[in-house]
């Protein structure tokens, strides 16, 4: 796979946040060696969030998000600076330039860093300052930054940011894996994939081909079967898989065939941790006891594409929870970045495995439903519990099973 086919999701977000005309564009420009974002004196000229997927020298893959400025005015501006805010819900590293003064940008810090996202401060376009470093004292005595003076055009404090991008880094970039725990080199895995109307014709589910690639890199045995071709795929295996993981749509099928010995979860529960927090969405199976006839459901997805008449979201969970529930059941859906602010009026949150938000966004949903005391939980742990096999599906790391099965 090159760098250009990394998926942006598994990219490092970086945004550049600041005032009009601070010098955002040119700077990511500077920092790609390419010409990226448009430039213009004008400012505002960068009117809805940019993102460009690129790679960035001594890291690897990123995307680069170009904001518009924090101080736009007027009806249009307030749309603008509403869309740079929801830019921060994907930013794993804030880049914020000053335009020469450190004044006025408290509350935008503050914003930044109660987002607990890292904050590298930069002094743009220095070589036209008189006293660049005054700026730079100026911030450190404000926002306790340490700022960077760089300049776009004459290539100043460039390398120097470089090199603060990469060490900002979060951990999980380097670290975090899809299957965790449960599978090691030298460990045969069986994967049990149906191939429905969402599976794009000659080519896998992104979820599937990531998990086969981080098998294959941690040196697993690896068979992939659709449902239908299990019991054969079990019959040309010398000794049980170690793990299974399926589809989430296909739990009970799987759950009644597989060996005793071997191991079982699915893609969903596997990118419930990869992408969020999965002792929340096990907490949150908690909520699927309580639900009657009278509830109200939220169905989240990360993609936008159109339902399939299987769609499992639209169409599988929600027919599972009326059966067991009641047909009045209200079930509401949201798909890409829609997402309701106000989430009070639900009684439980059921998201996708996020296979096309980055981490960082899906931690923003679960924060917002945990703020508002909505429980949220995911589609694969979600099936597992209305299909009452949570408490024999395996599960990355140790994770208190507080949902279990709801029946």
Same mark, same amino acid.
């Given at each position: 796979?090159?760098?250009?086919?990394?998926?942006?999701?598994?990219?490092?977000?970086?945004?550049?946040?600041?005032?009009?005309?601070?010098?955002?564009?040119?700077?990511?420009?500077?920092?790609?060696?390419?010409?990226?974002?448009?430039?213009?004196?004008?400012?505002?000229?960068?009117?809805?969030?940019?993102?460009?997927?690129?790679?960035?020298?001594?890291?690897?893959?990123?995307?680069?998000?170009?904001?518009?400025?924090?101080?736009?005015?007027?009806?249009?501006?307030?749309?603008?600076?509403?869309?740079?805010?929801?830019?921060?819900?994907?930013?794993?590293?804030?880049?914020?330039?000053?335009?020469?003064?450190?004044?006025?940008?408290?509350?935008?810090?503050?914003?930044?860093?109660?987002?607990?996202?890292?904050?590298? %401060?930069?002094? +743009?376009?220095?070589? !036209? #300052?008189?006293? *660049?470093?005054?700026?730079? &004292?100026?911030?450190? @005595?404000?926002?306790?930054?340490?700022?960077?003076?760089?300049?776009?055009?004459?290539?100043?404090?460039?390398?120097?940011?470089?090199?603060?991008?990469?060490?900002?880094?979060?951990?999980?970039?380097?670290?975090?894996?899809?299957?965790?725990?449960? %599978?090691?080199? +030298?460990?045969?895995? !069986? #994967?049990?994939? *149906?191939?429905?109307?969402? &599976?794009?014709?000659? @080519?896998?589910?992104?979820?599937?081909?990531?998990?086969?690639?981080?098998?294959?890199?941690?040196?697993?045995?690896?068979?992939?079967?659709?449902?239908?071709?299990?019991?054969?795929?079990?019959?040309?295996?010398?000794?049980?898989?170690?793990?299974?993981?399926?589809?989430?749509?296909?739990?009970?099928?799987?759950?009644?065939?597989?060996?005793?010995?071997?191991?079982?979860?699915?893609?969903?529960?596997?990118?419930?941790?990869?992408?969020?927090?999965?002792?929340?969405?096990?907490?949150?199976?908690?909520?699927?006891?309580?639900?009657?006839?009278?509830?109200?459901?939220?169905?989240?997805?990360?993609?936008?594409?159109?339902?399939?008449?299987?769609?499992?979201?639209?169409?599988?969970?929600?027919?599972?929870?009326?059966?067991?529930?009641?047909?009045?059941?209200?079930?509401?859906?949201?798909?890409?970045?829609?997402?309701?602010?106000?989430?009070?009026?639900?009684?439980?949150?059921?998201?996708?495995?996020?296979?096309?938000?980055?981490?960082?966004?899906?931690?923003?949903?679960?924060?917002?439903a945990e703020h508002l005391g909505v429980p949220i939980c995911n589609y694969g742990i979600t099936l597992a519990c209305l299909n009452g096999i949570l408490d024999q599906v395996s599960l990355p790391g140790d994770v208190d099973r507080a949902g279990q099965d709801a029946g």
């Amino acid at each position: 796979m090159s760098m250009n086919d990394t998926p942006r999701s598994e990219r490092l977000h970086i945004g550049l946040f600041g005032r009009r005309n601070a010098g955002k564009s040119s700077l990511i420009n500077a920092l790609t060696g390419q010409e990226t974002a448009l430039v213009s004196d004008i400012p505002g000229t960068t009117t809805d969030p940019v993102y460009k997927a690129m790679e960035l020298h001594g890291f690897g893959p990123v995307v680069f998000i170009d904001t518009p400025g924090l101080d736009d005015e007027g009806e249009l501006g307030s749309l603008r600076v509403t869309r740079t805010m929801e830019a921060l819900d994907k930013t794993d590293i804030a880049i914020y330039v000053f335009d020469g003064e450190a004044e006025n940008e408290a509350r935008h810090i503050a914003e930044l860093l109660k987002r607990q996202i890292p904050v590298i %401060a930069v002094v +743009g376009k220095c070589d !036209l #300052l008189p006293d *660049p470093g005054l700026v730079a &004292a100026d911030i450190f @005595r404000m926002y306790h930054l340490e700022a960077i003076t760089v300049s776009a055009d004459k290539g100043t404090g460039i390398e120097e940011l470089r090199n603060a991008v990469v060490r900002s880094a979060p951990e999980r970039f380097w670290e975090l894996s899809i299957t965790g725990d449960l %599978a090691k080199a +030298g460990d045969t895995v !069986l #994967l049990v994939m *149906p191939q429905d109307r969402e &599976a794009p014709k000659g @080519r896998l589910i992104l979820p599937q081909a990531q998990t086969i690639r981080e098998l294959l890199d941690k040196n697993c045995v690896v068979t992939a079967c659709t449902p239908e071709g299990m019991d054969a795929a079990l019959s040309s295996l010398s000794s049980p898989p170690k793990l299974i993981i399926t589809d989430s749509q296909a739990f009970k099928t799987v759950f009644e065939k597989k060996p005793a010995e071997s191991l079982l979860t699915s893609f969903s529960i596997l990118f419930a941790a990869y992408k969020g927090d999965i002792r929340a969405f096990i907490n949150g199976a908690e909520a699927l006891k309580r639900l009657d006839s009278s509830s109200r459901v939220l169905i989240a997805e990360a993609c936008a594409h159109a339902p399939a008449e299987e769609d499992i979201g639209r169409v599988r969970i929600p027919a599972l929870l009326r059966k067991k529930f009641g047909e009045s059941l209200r079930v509401d859906f949201v798909r890409g970045r829609d997402f309701p602010e106000d989430l009070t009026g639900y009684d439980l949150i059921i998201h996708c495995g996020a296979c096309m938000f980055n981490r960082r966004q899906m931690m923003a949903r679960i924060a917002q439903a945990e703020h508002l005391g909505v429980p949220i939980c995911n589609y694969g742990i979600t099936l597992a519990c209305l299909n009452g096999i949570l408490d024999q599906v395996s599960l990355p790391g140790d994770v208190d099973r507080a949902g279990q099965d709801a029946g």
